[in-house]
C-alpha cells in the first residue's frame, strides 16, 4: 500500500500549484478542513490526508512503536511530500500537528516555504513556570479517563465490554458520522499528544511561520500561542476573534482570512 | 429536591416547569461558550447557583478536564459540521469538586444565515450506568484472566480438578480428563459425586490441606471403568474450591507388583530344583555305604536334572532380561519345517516322547531363527505335556501363505478370562501352584517376543477341548 493510500490523501486545484498541505489535530481528520481548503482551491494544489490511525486511513499501518511520539507523524508527512513531490510546501497544522508541522520543517526545511499553526501547543502541561493550560494531575487524570474508556462516545464501551464487535454494521450505524476514531488508537495518541514535549523544536525552525490564536481556547490557551511566536524565530501572531479550538470550523471565515493574508 | 417537585395546584405543565424541573438537565451556550441559561435540576445536580453559572461560567468551567479536551477535540468539531451529537459520555464538576458522570445529546442552532448561535445540550445522569459498566469491564478482565489461568492449566501434566463449596465440578483442566476418563464439557458444572465414579472414595481418604499447608498425596484406586486406575490425589483449600491434583500411578505400582512379583516366584523357582539337588546329594554323602550302584546313579541323575532346570531357569530369567534391555535380534535363515521338529523331539524326555503324535510335511521351507523357534515350539509342547494326560499334537501346515505350527492337547484349556493375558510376562495360569506345576510365569512371554522378532505371530486357537496355540512364519 503506498503512502497516499496509507493516509487517504486527497488532492485538488491546480495540478501545477503551490502545495498547500492541510494536516488536521487529535480528534477527528481531514473534514477539519471543509470550510477551509476549498477557498484555497483555485489558487493553490490543496493536499488533504488523514493521519495513521484516523479517518480513512489504513489502520493496519498503525504501529504504535513508530507512533510513540509525534515524530512518527511528522516522518509521515515528509514520506508524503517525497511521494507527491511537494515542494516550497505550504503546511497549515492544526492543535497538534501544528507541532508535526514544526518537527517536519525543522528535519527538511528546504521542503517548505511557511507554516500555518492553529492552535499550537508544544507542551500542554505546566511546567517550571511554563503554562500549557493543563496541571500534571489533570493530564494523568485525562489518561486514566481514556484508559478506563468512559470518556468520549458511548459506543466505545461496546469494544471495551465485548471485545471487537464481530458486526460491521455496529460500526455503520453510528449517529457520528465523522470523526469516528478506533478508540485504542484515540487512546494511544491522546497519551502521546498530551504528554509531549515539543518546545526545544520550535528554535530549530527556520521557515516562515504564522501562528493563528483563538480566544477563549482550553487547549492551547493564549499564554502557550505567545510562547510559540516567542520561540518560534520569526513567525508572525495573529489573535483570532474566534472562540475554542477549532477556527476551521467554528470561525472558517476568519481563518480563511488571515492565511491569505500571510500569504 | 422533594419540594420542588410538589405542586399542589390545578395540573397545568407549564412549559417552565417542564424545563425547570424535568429529569434531564439542560444547558444552553454560546458559541464562546457562555452559558446562557441552565434548568434546575442540572444545577441542582451540580449544587450550583444560577447566579453564579448563568453569564458568568463558560461550559469548559464545567467539565472534569478530559472531558474538557475531549468537548474541544471531538465534540465542538462535530457540532460545527452535522449540527448535533448523540450519546457522548463525559464528566461534569460538581461545586465541591466531585465528578459527574453524564450522558450529553446537543443540538447546534444557527440563525437564518447560517451562524452558529447557540448550542441546546441535554445532560443524562449515568452515576449507575457507570458503575454497571466499570463492573462489566472488571467482571471481564477477571473473565479473562481466568480464561488465560485455565489455557495455563491445560498445559500442566498433573490433572486439575477444582470442586465448589457446593459440591460441583468448576473447572478441569486437560490433564484430568485424560486422567479421571471424562470430558470437561459433559461433567462442568455437575457434582462431583454423579459425575466421576468413585469420587466419594476420594472425598473420603484425602485430606484438604489448609491454603498454604503442603498437602499430602494419597494413592487410591479410582473409576468404574472396567480397567482400575490408581490416582495419587492431592486436595488443597483453594478459598470458595478445593482444588484437587492428580497423577495417574497406575503404570508406577503396576511395575512395583512386577518387581515384588518376580522376586517371589525367582526366589521359589530357584529354590525348589536346589532344594531337590541339595537333599540328593547329602543323601549321597551320608548314606553312600548303604546304596548300590542303582540308588546311586539315581541320586546323582536328580542333582544333574535340578542343576539342569536351574540353569534353564537362569537362562530364561537372563533372556527375557535380555529381551527387555535390548533389541535382541534373531538371526533369520532358511531352513526346513522339520528339522525344527526333530530337534523339539529330542528335547522331549524319553517317557514322554510317545504322547508327542507329529505332523510335517516333507517339505516346506520356512525362514527364521532355527534355535530360537526350536526353543519356542519346545516351549509349548513342555507346557501342553505339562498340563495335560493325553496325547499332544504337533503339527506343521501351510496357513494363508505361512507356515503355521500348532501344539494341540486335551486337557483343561486356559479359562477364556486368562487367554489375553497368557502371553504377559509372569502370568501363570496356577499362581497357587495347586496342580504342582511350577513355572516363572516367562515362558510364553519369551516365545511371543522372539516370534515377533522372527516376524512371525504366535495366538492362541479356541478349542471346545484342550489347548491349542499357534505359530505363524513367514516362508522362505
Redesign the interface.
Known amino acids: 500500500m503506498g503512502v497516499t493510500e496509507r493516509n487517504n490523501v486527497t488532492l485538488a486545484g491546480p495540478v501545477r500549484g503551490q502545495p498547500m498541505l492541510f494536516a488536521h ?4 481528520d481531514q ?2 478542513w ?1 470550510h477551509v481548503a476549498p477557498a484555497f482551491e483555485d489558487d493553490y494544489r490543496i493536499v488533504l490526508f488523514d493521519h495513521v490511525g484516523a479517518g480513512k486511513s489504513d489502520l493496519a499501518a498503525y504501529d504504535r512503536e513508530k507512533y510513540s511520539t509525534l515524530q512518527g507523524y511528522a516522518d509521515d508527512v515528509l514520506e508524503l511530500c517525497r511521494e507527491l513531490e511537494l515542494h516550497d510546501v505550504i503546511f497549515v497544522g492544526h ?1 497538534v500537528s501544528a507541532m508535526i508541522g514544526v518537527l517536519a520543517a525543522a528535519a527538511e526545511p528546504g521542503r517548505f516555504a511557511k507554516l500555518v499553526l492553529i492552535g499550537p501547543s508544544p507542551r500542554y502541561v505546566d511546567e517550571d513556570g511554563y503554562v500549557g493550560g ?1 496541571s500534571n494531575d ?2 494523568q ?2 489518561l486514566e ?2 484508559d ?10 461496546a469494544p ?2 465485548m ?1 471487537r464487535p464481530d458486526r460491521p454494521e455496529l460500526q455503520e450505524e453510528l ?5 469516528r476514531t478506533d478508540p485504542a488508537i484515540a487512546r494511544h495518541f ?1 497519551r502521546v499528544t ?1 504528554t509531549s514535549d515539543n518546545r526545544a523544536d520550535l528554535g530549530r525552525v527556520r521557515t516562515p511561520s504564522l501562528v493563528l490564536q483563538c ?5 492551547a490557551p493564549d499564554a502557550v500561542g505567545r510562547y510559540v511566536h516567542e520561540h518560534l524565530p520569526g513567525s508572525v501572531f495573529v489573535q483570532l476573534e474566534a ?4 477556527p476551521n ?2 470561525a472558517p471565515k476568519e481563518t480563511v482570512e488571515a492565511i491569505r493574508a500571510f500569504l | 429536591m422533594e419540594g420542588s417537585r410538589q405542586d399542589t395546584g390545578p395540573l397545568h405543565e407549564s412549559a417552565e416547569d417542564l424545563y425547570e424541573n424535568a429529569p434531564v438537565g439542560y444547558l444552553s451556550f454560546v458559541p464562546d461558550g457562555t452559558i446562557v441559561r441552565a434548568n434546575r435540576t442540572l444545577l441542582t445536580w451540580l449544587s450550583l447557583e444560577h447566579d453564579d453559572v448563568v453569564g458568568r461560567l463558560r461550559l469548559h468551567d464545567l467539565l472534569a478536564p478530559g472531558s474538557r479536551i475531549y468537548h474541544e477535540t471531538h465534540v465542538a468539531p462535530l457540532l460545527q459540521m452535522q449540527d448535533e451529537v448523540h450519546e457522548i459520555a463525559g464528566e461534569l464538576l460538581r461545586g465541591d469538586g466531585t465528578r459527574l458522570p453524564v450522558l450529553l445529546n446537543a443540538v447546534l442552532v444557527r440563525d437564518h444565515s447560517g451562524e452558529a448561535r447557540v448550542v441546546r445540550a441535554t445532560f443524562l445522569d449515568v452515576s449507575e450506568r457507570r458503575r454497571y459498566e466499570r463492573e462489566l469491564l472488571r467482571a471481564r478482565a477477571e473473565a479473562e484472566a481466568r480464561a488465560r489461568a485455565a489455557l495455563t492449566l491445560d498445559h500442566v501434566a498433573e490433572g486439575v480438578l477444582l470442586v465448589g463449596e457446593d459440591g460441583r465440578i468448576e473447572l478441569l483442566n486437560a490433564a484430568a480428563e485424560a486422567v479421571l476418563g471424562v470430558a470437561a464439557a459433559e461433567v462442568a458444572g455437575r457434582s462431583a459425586a454423579e459425575a466421576l465414579p468413585g469420587w466419594e472414595l476420594v472425598t473420603s481418604r484425602v485430606a484438604v490441606a489448609r491454603r498454604g499447608a503442603l498437602p499430602a498425596p494419597e494413592v487410591l484406586p479410582f473409576g468404574g471403568r472396567q480397567e482400575e486406575r490408581w490416582l495419587s490425589v492431592a486436595a488443597i483449600d483453594a478459598g470458595d474450591a478445593v482444588a484437587y491434583t492428580f497423577r495417574d500411578v497406575t503404570a508406577e505400582r503396576d511395575l512395583d507388583r512386577l518387581r515384588t512379583e518376580m522376586v517371589a516366584i525367582v526366589s521359589h523357582e530357584l529354590r525348589t530344583p536346589l532344594t531337590g539337588a541339595y537333599g540328593a546329594a547329602k543323601t549321597l554323602l551320608a548314606r553312600r555305604a548303604e546304596l548300590d550302584d542303582a540308588q546311586q546313579t539315581a541320586l546323582l541323575e536328580l542333582v544333574v536334572d535340578q542343576a539342569e532346570r536351574l540353569a534353564r531357569i537362569l537362562d530364561q530369567i537372563l533372556l527375557t532380561s535380555a529381551l527387555d534391555t535390548s533389541n535382541l535380534d534373531a538371526r533369520l535363515l532358511a531352513f526346513e519345517a522339520h528339522e525344527v521338529v526333530d530337534a523339539v523331539l529330542q528335547g522331549v524326555a524319553a517317557g514322554d516322547r510317545g504322547r508327542v503324535i507329529v505332523s510335517v510335511p516333507d517339505r516346506l521351507a520356512v525362514q527364521g531363527d532355527l534355535d530360537r523357534l526350536r526353543q519356542v515350539i519346545a516351549n509349548l509342547v513342555d507346557n501342553a505335556l505339562k498340563y495335560s494326560d493325553g496325547p499332544v499334537r504337533l503339527t506343521v501346515a501351510e496357513h494363508d501363505l505361512s507356515a503355521r505350527f500348532t501344539v494341540a492337547d486335551e486337557g483343561a484349556g486356559i479359562p477364556a478370562a486368562d487367554r489375553d493375558r497368557v502371553f504377559e510376562k509372569f502370568f501363570r495360569l496356577d499362581p497357587a501352584q495347586r496342580r504342582g506345576i511350577g513355572g516363572t510365569g516367562l515362558g510364553l512371554y519369551i516365545a511371543r517376543e522372539l516370534v515377533q522378532r522372527m516376524g512371525g505371530r504366535i495366538g492362541y486357537l479356541p478349542r471346545d477341548r484342550g489347548t491349542c496355540f499357534y505359530v505363524d512364519l513367514p516362508p522362505a
Request: glycine share 14%; with cysteine.
Open positions: 489535530g487529535f480528534g477527528c473534514a477539519m471543509r492543535s493543563f489533570d493530564i487524570g485525562v479517563a481514556l478506563d474508556n468512559y470518556l468520549g462516545w458511548s459506543h466505545t464501551y471495551a465490554i471485545g449517529t457520528n458520522s465523522f470523526c491522546a498530551f480566544s477563549h481556547d482550553v487547549i472562540s475554542g479550538h477549532c470550523l467554528s
